[in-house]
């Protein structure tokens, strides 16, 4: 099968690539409006794009064209935190995605703690094993939709004891999810381990 990608409307073209580049990890992003209100979101199209400074992207689309209440909180304070869920927060993180008015906080409607940041005035979710506060860098625009790459830097990481052992994540522990298409989900499968390639410094990112 082929598609020529000019056939497609946008909507068929998102599901289709959001079927296919998966898993995705989940950015779980709290915010804060104009008057204070805490706003919590989920968001796949998420990586992380430097390590010096450590840099996340996300794409943050548009509703009925207009900003979503995270991008447009970041615009408006640019600062955020953005959370690693695990597999016991699944539902709340689907749940946090809903449609909510601007004064409305998806974290105290889903009863979730929050706890003070250290370096940003967003407050964080409490019980979330990663937290990672950041501060805004760059905002790059793509496509026809609105669409905007949003990049932040680190502030502060915060990290569930144990979680770390020598510098090294244990992903095990971190049990994260991740969205395949529409509402699914996926959590850990096998874990592969193979030799380690020889990189220089220079290849290494
Ligand atoms: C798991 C998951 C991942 C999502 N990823 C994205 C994404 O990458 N970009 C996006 O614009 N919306 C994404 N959404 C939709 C937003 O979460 C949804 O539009 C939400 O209502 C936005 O909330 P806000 O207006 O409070 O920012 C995702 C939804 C779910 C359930």
Redesign the pocket.
Known sequence: MQIEPTTLTPEATYRLLSGLVVP?P??W?T?LSPSGVL????????TFVSNKPPLLG??????AGRR??????IHHRGEYVVHIGNSSQLNA??E?????P?DVS?AELLGLATAPSETVAVPRLADAPVAMECRLSQVIGFGDTG?EFIVGEVTRFHLRDGLVRDGKVETLELDPVC?IGG?N?ATLGRIVTLRQMKQTAKAAM
């Open positions: 995705r989940i950015a992003i915010t706003n919590l979101a989920p968001f796949s199209c998420f996300v794409n943050v689309g548009r509703k979503k209440d995270t991008g447009a909180h993180i689907h946090s995605s809903a449609e909510h601007e998806e669409a969205r509402p989900y």
